[in-house]
C-alpha cells in the first residue's frame, strides 16, 4: 500500500538529464492548462487568501512558471502550450481586455512578478515576444514600464525592477529606464556585506536567508551577469565574483540525499533552495574548488529529484501544494498564493544552456568528499553548519526577519535547523503540543498557559570559529545567555546547549530536540522501547525517538533535574513530518536573581541511503556524552565563585 499513496507523476522521471529536466518542466505545465482562464492570461489553482487582491494572485500563478518557460525556449526546445502564455501577455496587459492584470500601486504584488516577465523577454524575446502584434507589444511594454515611478519595499524587490528594465531593453522600448535600473543596482549593491553575502534589505538588517541566495539576490545577480555583460562588465565580474565565495559557504546547506536545509520563510519554493548552483551555470562562472561542473550537477539535479519524489508537494493533477513535504498552511506567509510555489521553476535555468556547457557534459558527481564530515563556522550569516556522522543542520544566533512574518519566531530564532528533521511551526497557543518547540528554549511565567520563544536576538557572535553566543531578553527581568557549540569528532551525533537565565519571576522551561516522524512500522504511534527498535524512550533527564526518519535524543548533562519526555507534538507542526515526535526536557525554576544554567546534550542522526532508521550501532555514540568546553566551564565557575 506504501507504493500506492507514496509516488508522484513524476517518480518514473530519473531527472538524470537535460531531456529529463525539460520534461518534468513540461509535466509540471501540462496540468496548469484545466487552470488557465481563457485569454491566458490568469492561473487561478485555488481559493485560499494573501494579503493582496486575487486578480494579483493569478497573475502569479501566470507567471511563476515563465521562469521555467523561457529557459526550455531559450536553450532550443519547443513547447506546445507556450500560445498561453504568449497569449496571456497580451491580454492581461490589455486595459480593456477581462483579464487585465490591473495597473501597478506603490508596493504592489505585481511587481514581484515582472521578474519572471522580464526574464522571459530577455531570453526568449522570439518566442514569447516578436509573435505579440504591435499594439500588444505597446501595451505590454506600458504595464510593465509603469513600475519604473512607483514606490518599492527596501528589500530584495528591487531586483524585480531591474528584471522590468532588463526585458525592455532587450526588446528595444523606449519604456526601458537606465536611469532608474542603474539607481537600483547601486542601491541593491548597498546590502552587500562580504564573502559573497547579501541582507535582504539595508544596513540594520539581520537576514541572510535563501533570498540571499537562490530565492532571490544572488540568482537574480547571476542572471544579470550573463545578460548585462556587454552593457554593465565591471558589475557582472563583481557579481561572479560573489558568487564563486558564495558557493563555498552555501554548499553547506546541502546534505548528500540532495536536501537543503529548511530556514527561514518561503519554504513552499522547495526546489527553488537549489536554483542558485543552476544560476551558477547559466552565468558560466569559474567555480572554485573543489567544486566541479559534476558536483554542481549534482547538488542541483539530486535536490530537484528529491522534491519531484515528495507525493505531498503535488495535488492529484501534478499541481503544486502549498506547504512543504505535505500541504500545510501553517507554515505559510500571508504572501503564499496557491501560484506561489512555482516561484521553484527558477531551477529549471540550467535548461537555457546548450547541450555542451560542461554543466550538461560533466558526469554527475557525489556530494564533494572534501567537504564531508566537516564542521564550518558562517561568519555573515552566523551560522555553524556540521555535517557530521551523517547529520546536515546548521546551529543558528542572531538572525531575525526586519519585518512581521508569520511564525518567524519559528523560522528565524530557533537553535538549530536539520535538513532530514527540518523544523516545526506553532499550530495553536494552549498546549506544548501545539507550540511545535523543536530546537527552542520555550519559557513561560503562567504554569504553561502560555510560551514564549527566542525571535530578537541580541549580541550574537561566533566566538573563535568554535560556538554561537548571544542574549535573550524574552521579559524585562529576565535574560538568557546561550552558548551553541556544534559536533565535535569524538561525538559527532551531538551539539551543546549551555544556557545562563538570570530571572525576577518565576519559570516553567521546554527544551527541544529534533522533531522526528513519530510512527511504527505499522504506521501507528510509536510506543515505549529499549535498545535501537522503533520507539520512545524516556529516563529521568532523557528523552529519545527512533523511527525509520532516524533517532533524535536529548539529555540534560547539568544538574540533571530537568525531566525527559517523548513528546508528541500537534499534527503537521514539523516541515516534514505531519505527525511528529519531539524530545523534550521539562522543568519549574523559581525566581533567582542570580544566574542558573542548563546544560543540553542533543542527539540526532537521520536515516540514509534508502535506509529506514539510523546506522545500526548508534546506542555507541548515545552512550558518549559530549563535554562542555573548558573556556564555557572557567565562565560558569566564575558566575558562582566571582572569580
Request: hydrophobic fraction near 35%; include cysteine.
Amino acid at each position: 500500500m506504501d507504493a500506492f499513496v507514496n509516488r508522484t507523476p513524476f517518480s518514473a522521471n530519473p531527472l538524470k538529464t537535460k531531456e529529463d529536466l525539460g520534461r518534468f518542466l513540461q509535466e509540471l505545465l501540462d496540468p496548469l492548462a484545466a487552470h488557465t482562464s481563457p485569454g491566458g492570461a490568469r492561473i487561478h489553482l485555488g481559493y485560499t487568501g494573501t494579503h493582496y487582491d486575487d486578480v494579483a494572485a493569478q497573475l502569479e500563478g501566470f507567471s511563476r512558471p515563465i521562469w521555467g518557460l523561457a529557459a526550455l525556449l531559450s536553450g532550443g526546445d519547443d513547447y506546445e502550450g507556450k500560445r498561453r502564455w504568449v497569449d496571456g501577455f497580451a491580454n492581461g496587459s490589455n486595459p480593456t481586455s477581462d483579464e487585465f492584470w490591473g495597473n501597478m500601486r506603490d508596493k504592489d504584488q505585481r511587481m514581484v512578478e515582472c521578474s519572471a516577465i522580464g526574464f522571459a523577454i530577455a531570453v526568449a524575446k522570439e518566442q514569447l515576444w516578436d509573435p505579440l502584434s504591435s499594439e500588444a507589444k505597446a501595451n505590454f511594454e506600458n504595464w510593465l514600464g509603469a513600475m519604473n515611478d512607483k514606490e518599492m519595499p527596501n528589500t530584495n524587490w528591487l531586483w524585480f525592477r531591474v528584471f522590468a528594465n532588463l526585458g525592455l531593453s532587450k526588446a528595444g522600448s523606449l519604456r526601458f529606464d537606465a536611469k532608474r535600473m542603474k539607481a537600483d543596482l547601486d542601491h541593491l549593491d548597498t546590502f552587500y556585506i562580504g564573502g559573497g553575502w547579501s541582507r535582504d534589505g539595508p544596513e540594520g538588517v539581520i537576514q541572510l536567508d535563501y533570498y540571499s541566495s537562490s530565492f532571490a539576490i544572488q540568482f537574480a545577480q547571476l542572471v544579470y551577469s550573463k545578460l548585462a555583460q556587454k552593457e554593465d562588465p565591471e558589475r557582472c565580474e563583481e557579481y561572479r565574483t560573489r558568487a564563486r565565495a558564495l558557493a563555498l559557504d552555501f554548499v553547506h546547506y546541502f546534505d548528500e540525499e540532495g536536501r537543503a536545509i529548511p530556514f527561514g520563510r518561503s519554504m513552499t519554493y522547495r526546489f527553488a533552495m537549489s536554483s542558485f548552483w543552476g544560476a551558477l551555470a547559466f552565468a558560466d562562472v569559474e567555480l572554485p574548488a573543489p567544486l566541479t561542473w559534476g558536483a554542481v550537477k549534482g547538488l542541483q539535479l539530486r535536490n530537484i529529484r528529491y522534491w519531484a519524489n515528495q507525493p505531498g508537494a503535488y495535488t492529484s493533477d501534478g499541481t503544486l501544494t502549498i506547504g512543504y513535504c505535505y500541504p500545510n498552511h501553517n507554515i505559510t506567509e500571508n504572501y503564499n498564493s496557491p501560484g506561489s510555489p512555482y516561484w521553484c521553476c527558477k531551477s529549471f535555468v540550467t535548461l537555457a544552456l546548450s547541450d555542451t556547457h560542461p554543466f550538461w557534459t560533466s558526469k554527475e558527481e557525489v556530494y564533494p568528499h572534501e567537504l564531508r564530515e566537516t564542521v564550518k563556522a558562517l561568519q555573515y550569516p552566523l551560522h555553524i553548519v556540521s555535517n557530521l556522522g551523517g547529520h546536515t543542520f546548521l546551529l543558528s544566533s542572531g538572525q531575525q526577519c526586519s519585518y512581521p512574518v508569520k511564525q518567524s519566531a519559528a523560522k528565524y530564532g530557533k537553535l538549530a535547523y536539520s535538513s532530514a528533521f527540518g523544523y516545526s511551526v506553532p499550530v495553536g497557543s494552549l498546549t506544548l503540543e501545539e507550540l511545535g518547540g523543536d530546537n527552542t528554549l520555550a519559557l513561560s511565567d503562567d504554569c504553561g498557559e502560555t510560551w514564549k520563544c527566542r525571535r530578537v536576538t541580541k549580541e550574537a557572535r561566533i566566538e573563535g570559529g568554535k560556538w554561537l553566543r548571544s542574549m535573550w531578553y524574552p521579559w524585562k527581568d529576565v535574560e538568557v545567555e546561550t552558548w551553541l557549540v556544534p559536533p565535535q569528532k569524538e561525538t559527532p551525533l551531538w551539539h551543546l546547549r549551555i544556557h545562563r537565565i538570570r530571572s525576577g519571576r518565576a519559570l516553567s522551561s521546554a527544551e527541544g530536540g529534533f522533531a522526528i516522524y513519530g510512527q511504527r512500522e505499522d504506521g501507528r504511534a510509536l510506543e515505549p522501547t529499549t535498545g535501537e527498535t522503533f520507539g520512545t524512550h524516556e529516563n529521568g533527564p532523557e528523552g529519545r525517538a527512533a523511527s525509520k526518519a532516524g533517532v533524535s535524543g536529548i539529555v540534560d548533562i547539568g544538574s540533571g533535574e530537568r525531566q525527559g519526555k517523548a513528546l508528541r507534538t500537534d499534527a503537521n507542526t514539523n516541515l516534514m513530518a505531519p505527525r511528529a515526535v519531539l524530545p523534550t526536557l521539562l522543568h519549574k525554576h523559581r525566581m533567582n536573581e542570580r544566574s542558573f544554567w542548563l546544560v543540553t546534550a542533543v542527539f540526532a542522526q537521520p536515516s540514509s541511503g534508502g535506509r529506514e532508521g539510523a546506522k545500526l550501532g548508534w546506542m555507541e555514540q548515545w552512550n558518549m556524552r559530549p563535554t562542555v568546553p573548558y573556556e564555557i566551564v572557567a565562565h560558569m565557575l566564575k558566575t558562582y565563585t566571582g572569580r
